[in-house]
């Protein structure tokens, strides 16, 4: 049976992986993208969706949604980096496909989201890889939708690790008061942190093996695979990240690792991959998930009592991410993209 999901992104080389991901997966029927001012603003993010569903003959429906996060840009200190509006950096403003000339549909997406689940048997899941801007709206239009999402997988956030400034995930960082309004929501949800996707990245090398698959998916999926891998060469991003080592009875011990810069992460694309086959996260904690929104240094960061500390007296909001089968994912990404 396959999974019907709405995909919430901000294409975006990563989300636009997702996204035909999603369109080849035998087990998921892509019944919309909404779109989210994020990795670039919504007017783009919306044209990158359009420009896929072109490139796919896809035919899926694209929802505009919403063009600024819910309050935090009201104080221009707290963003210094958003919006993205041009940067050198590995998502670019437009995707390299023709100029999309199909329209979105004239439905808002946050309305979309609500008509849609409220009218639903509860039968839909969510993949967010994008600041959570809709889905928070949605939940403050009509906060019964929180009853009928399936599943809410998101990309976003980190254990350790940091993307968007010393402290945060970029999702979560560029609309806080967002990812809060869901986390402390009991929709069903899943977070895949960088924790995650740091550890289901995809090789030069394996680049090269997709676009050698020959279909128009693959090698534009190695495009935008190698455009990352470059990106982290030139902006010479160290991206550290910590292979968290749990030691039963103690907090864990974090041991810093440096990622050899021939290799990147397609963040995005692991919450398809999760919907397709969750056994592609091998490690999880179910923990209560909170996200810094009153500024300051760490604002838009996530924090996952992932040791129990508050004794069970916190809900258990999440299923938290710690680990992932990089072989499992770039496999489904080989079989699925590489379809003819
Ligand atoms: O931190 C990674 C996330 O930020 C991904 O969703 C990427 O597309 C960017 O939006
Ligand atoms: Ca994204």
New binding site residues.
């Given amino acids: 049976m396959k999974k019907k999901v709405i995909l919430d992104?901000?294409p975006?080389?990563?989300?636009a992986v997702a996204i035909m991901l999603a369109w080849f997966s035998d087990d998921i029927d892509l019944m919309a993208i909404t779109t989210v001012n994020?990795?670039r603003i919504v007017p783009k993010t919306t044209e990158n969706a359009l420009r896929m569903v072109q490139f796919l003959h896809a035919g899926v429906p694209v929802y505009r949604g919403c063009g600024d996060p819910i309050i935090c840009n009201e104080i221009p200190s707290r963003k210094p980096n958003l919006p993205r509006v041009t940067l050198n950096d590995c998502?670019g403003d437009f995707l390299p496909l023709p100029e999309a000339k199909i329209q979105p549909q004239p439905e808002h997406a946050v309305f979309y989201l609500v008509r849609t689940l409220m009218e639903s048997d509860g039968d839909i899941y969510v993949a967010a890889?994008?600041?959570l801007t809709n889905i928070a709206m949605a939940l403050r239009i009509e906060p019964r939708i929180a009853g009928k999402i399936k599943q809410l997988v998101i990309?976003?956030g980190a254990i350790c690790g940091a993307?968007?400034s010393p402290s945060a995930?970029?999702?979560f960082y560029a609309d806080p008061e967002a990812a809060k309004i869901v986390m402390d929501t009991d929709i069903p949800k899943v977070i895949l942190p960088?924790d995650a996707?740091w550890r289901a990245c995809i090789t030069e090398e394996q680049c090269q093996e997709l676009a050698a698959l020959g279909t128009p998916a693959a090698k534009f999926a190695a495009t935008m695979s190698q455009k990352r891998i470059d990106n982290l060469k030139v902006n010479d991003i160290s991206q550290h990240n910590f292979d968290l080592r749990h030691t039963p009875g103690t907090v864990a011990s974090a041991v810093l690792y440096r990622y050899d810069n021939t290799m990147a992460p397609i963040?995005?694309a692991l919450t398809i991959a999760y919907l397709i086959d969750p056994s592609v996260i091998t490690e999880w904690v179910d923990a209560n998930v909170d996200i810094e929104i009153m500024s300051g240094i760490c604002d838009g960061r996530m924090v996952a009592d992932i040791h129990n500390t508050k004794k069970g007296r916190d809900p258990v909001t999440a299923r938290v991410a710690l680990n992932a089968d990089a072989a499992k994912f770039t496999a489904m990404l080989f079989e699925n993209l590489g379809r003819k």
């Fill in positions: 992104c901000d975006g080389s990563d989300d994020g990795n998502h890889t994008a600041p990309m976003g993307n968007a995930e970029f999702n960088l996707t963040h995005d």
